[in-house]
Structures are given as structure tokens and as C-alpha cells.
């Protein structure tokens, strides 16, 4: 069998296959959820950590936070996946909570906050849903920026309870 070119179209498509394959839970083994991996597959810039894997809370790094958190809360429109679909975008203007994430990951790391203290996590709310937020490491309390509320709260208080989250490098799950 000839393996397709690294990058290419009918690459990323056989990753997807093997993936599907082996699809391996979020929280087993360090293994990415399967729509965030696909998402790497196509635009691993999107998926690169650096930097310090946790961060000071400044008045500036606050004000960021919030502008960040609140820009993209409004300017996504909510829609979910289709049905058995789990798609993953950092550039998304419509989509579910994870083009949330990522869209608020992306615009933090281009206002200077550093990848590695950027965290994507999947939790179960108070409800038994499943959910993605995005959990800044600091020296203090973690904390949560969610397309659900405007208020960013430490995690401690969010009512979440986290099943896997991306370390410092965003490849690496737990």
C-alpha cells in the first residue's frame, strides 16, 4: 500500500480511518478526544504549546481574559455538530463548545498569553452533560473561561467536574 503524502488530503483521511479504527476515550491513555486529534491532523499549528505552563493573573492579563472570554462568546453563534460528527475549529462563527475553546485559545496566545497555560477540558456539568471549557493555569486558583457564562470563575467554583484535560503540550491528555 502507498502511503499518501504527509499533509495532503487523502493523508488526513487515512489518519481519520485508523483513528475511527482505534478510537480511544478522552481519558484513556493520554489520548486526545478523536475530533481535537483530526483538528491537529489538519492545522497543527492550532495544537502547539510553549511558553509557561502557568501564568501570573495581572490586572492586564485579567482585563485580557475577559475581553477575550466575552469577544468570542458573542461573535460564535451556537450550533451543534451533526449528528455522530465532532468537529473541532479555531475558526469557527457558528459551532458547538469546543470552536468555543479553541477560538478563545487562539485569540489568548495572539494577545500573549502562553500556550502552555491554556487548557482544554472536557467535564461533566451539574447536569451529567458533557462539556468543553477552557482552564487557565495560574500560580493561584485555575481558571475557567466558558461560552455558558461572561464570568470567568476560578475552577474550584465552576460546578464542573473535570473527566480529561490537554497538559502543557495540548497533544498530551489526562
Known sequence: MRIPRRGSTAF?????????ACAVPANAGGQ?????Q????????????????KITVTTDVMATLKRVNSHVNRT???RYDAAGAD???ASATSGDCEDYVLAKR??????GIPSSSLRIAYVKTRKGE???ILVVKTNGKDLVLDNLTATIK????SGYRILSMSGANPLNWS
Open 12 to 20: 488526513v483521511s487515512l489518519m481519520a480511518v485508523i483513528m475511527l
Open 32 to 36: 486526545a478526544p478523536l475530533g481535537y
Open 38 to 53: 483530526l483538528m491537529c491532523l489538519k492545522a497543527p499549528q492550532e495544537c502547539k504549546g510553549g511558553g509557561k505552563a
Open 76 to 78: 460564535i453563534k451556537p
Open 87 to 89: 468537529v473541532w475549529s
Open 106 to 111: 487562539r485569540a489568548l496566545i495572539k494577545a
Open 130 to 132: 458533557g462539556h468543553a
Open 154 to 157: 476560578p475552577l474550584s467554583q
